[in-house]
């Protein structure tokens, strides 16, 4: 939730939500805070007196306590279809990117490949919080496919045999 307080001392909120966490059903179980609200299950907005904000805060996070379960945080991966490394290519990823515009509702698909070597193994960009790697399977080798923000699984990719990855094709370039 992202809320801006206004001069007239009205916070004006916008929300997204996580899968299996329905906001709106949130927002309804306590919607004598609002001035006024709407939304769906994914998205939602709100405007609330700032004078209410903090009861508001107790009550949504007593909400979650009671209603989510700790494991909804652990999204599962949703792989659309596991690939062999011979269809990974620029023409396929421009066959994919007239699928666009992704986002809610037409998400971008996730591939695999399974028992997949790593080689090159580094821990790349400026704050270092990145890691890069290429991936080795049926005598094909994907460059420099990045892991962003990812750079604390160094040791474990650095010293796995074999990996099952999941992953979106992207593309894009960094001069140097």
Known sequence: IIMEIKEDGVAVASA???EG????EALDSMSEF???Y??????????????????FAVRFNQYIETKVSKEIYNKPVKIEKEIIP??????FFSILSKLEPFGFGNTRPVFCLKEAALSNVRIIGEDKSHVMFDILKEGYVLRNCAWFGKAHHF??????KLCDIAFKLDSSEYKE
Request: cysteine-free; proline content about 0%; aromatic content about 10%.
């Open 16 to 18: 997204r939500s996580i």
């Open 21 to 24: 966490f329905n906001i709106i």
């Open 34 to 36: 609002f001035i006024k």
């Open 38 to 55: 709407g939304g769906h299950e994914g998205a939602a907005g709100f405007s609330i007196e700032s004078s209410k904000l903090k009861d």
């Open 86 to 91: 011979a269809k990974i290519s620029f023409e």
């Open 155 to 160: 040791e474990t990719l650095s010293s796995a």
